[in-house]
């Protein structure tokens, strides 16, 4: 196939394998996995935190016409829950069991 094969090769592939060790893409994969499920944990947390407090509103205005969160406060709270929530799910650990799953799979648009 020659070097222009190669590069060719490398250019076209997701995965390149720098170290001759084929274990190190099951590592990757795992890692993948791992921030695939932290960013899925994020985005329902951070979709639970908003959908309580939007409903908090709207049953306060509703019931007695006073709006317990200003636009400040929710503000706030976002900041506080997004920041401690990233952190929180972003340094969570891939686990053994993460390669037990079945793969996510893609879809190609054109």
Known sequence: MGI???EVAKESSDII???DDFTS???VVRWGRSVYGNIQKFIEFQLTVNVAALVIN????VSSGDVPLNVVELLWV???MDTLGALALATEPPTDNLMKRNP???R???
């Open 4 to 6: 222009s094969g190669t």
């Open 17 to 19: 394998i720098l170290d």
């Open 25 to 27: 893409v099951v590592k």
């Open 58 to 61: 709207v049953v306060a205005v």
């Open 78 to 80: 976002n900041l506080i």
């Open 104 to 106: 996510v799979g893609r």
């Open 108 to 110: 190609h648009v054109k």
